[in-house]
């Protein structure tokens, strides 16, 4: 009986738990931005299992991150998928439609740019 409460009470301290993050979440510098997330990710049609699943369709490999945004207005979901040959994609799933778009690669993981050296780098080693 003992054993009932105390995970009663671990469930309900948790639950409040979490709704304190909410409220803390949404009075944060960016609350009126995370209040319309919050809101636009209760009313979309695509759930993230499903952007996933729509995203590694479209680029086979694993889902290394995903994160739900408000792109422009627009509900939508942003998944980086690990193909077999290590390269990363950047994916962008619209919440609503499931439309798949391909984001333009900022730089690799090595912090590298397209030229092979440190962002900011000269070809002679020079930062400047």
């Known amino acids: ?62 889902t290394a991150e995903t994160q739900f945004d408000l792109e422009n207005g627009m509900p939508a979901y942003e998944i980086t998928v690990i193909a077999a040959d290590g390269t990363e994609h950047n994916l962008m799933v619209d919440a609503n439609t499931g439309k798949v778009e391909k984001l333009a690669a900022n730089e690799d993981k090595a912090g590298q740019d397209g030229d092979g050296h440190e962002d900011g780098e000269a070809e002679d080693g020079d930062n400047g």
């Open 1 to 62: 009986m003992k054993k009932k409460m105390i995970i009663a009470a671990s469930m309900l301290a948790a639950g409040l738990g979490a709704a304190g993050a909410t409220s803390a979440l949404a009075a944060g510098d960016g609350g009126t931005a995370d209040q319309m997330e919050i809101q636009a990710l209760g009313s979309v049609k695509l759930s993230m299992v499903d952007a996933i699943k729509a995203a590694e369709a479209a680029q086979p490999g694993k």
